[in-house]
């Protein structure tokens, strides 16, 4: 059974930081591309940040800059360093792992999410 699970999310003041956690199980993690995706309220959910097997990351526009993504293999998560965060950033922030499959499929999986909620 496959399982991620965030952690780390909570109410910070503008300008402040947060680091989102996301363990995972059940799966080969070093291969699985890893990403951060978050949803607002009423708004589509967004990419925020990937990181891939090999440890290349790539981030939206609009937190570049201030969040980094990282991973550590051995302990089979993903993490996400937010800085100066803006109340625009408020939103549930989910997990993802995403590979292609040798056989040319995708396997992909989610988290729960956490909430993420920066004060004015």
């Known amino acids: 059974q496959v399982q991620l699970v965030e952690s780390g999310g909570g109410l910070v003041q503008a300008g402040g930081s947060l680091r989102l956690s996301c363990v995972a199980s059940g799966i080969i993690f070093s291969i699985y591309r890893m990403g951060w995706y978050r949803q607002a309220p009423g708004k589509q959910r967004e990419l925020v940040a990937v990181?891939?097997?090999?440890?290349?990351?790539n981030y939206a526009d609009s937190v570049k800059g201030r969040f980094t993504a990282s991973r550590d293999n051995a302990k089979n998560t993903v993490y996400l360093q937010m800085n100066s965060l803006k109340p625009e950033d408020t939103a549930v922030y989910y997990c993802?792992?995403?590979?292609?499959?040798?056989?040319?499929?995708?396997?992909?999986?989610w988290g729960q999410g956490t909430q993420v909620t920066v004060s004015s």
């Open positions: 990181i891939t097997s090999g440890g290349t990351t």
């Open positions: 993802n792992a995403d590979r292609i499959t040798t056989r040319g499929g995708r396997d992909v999986y």
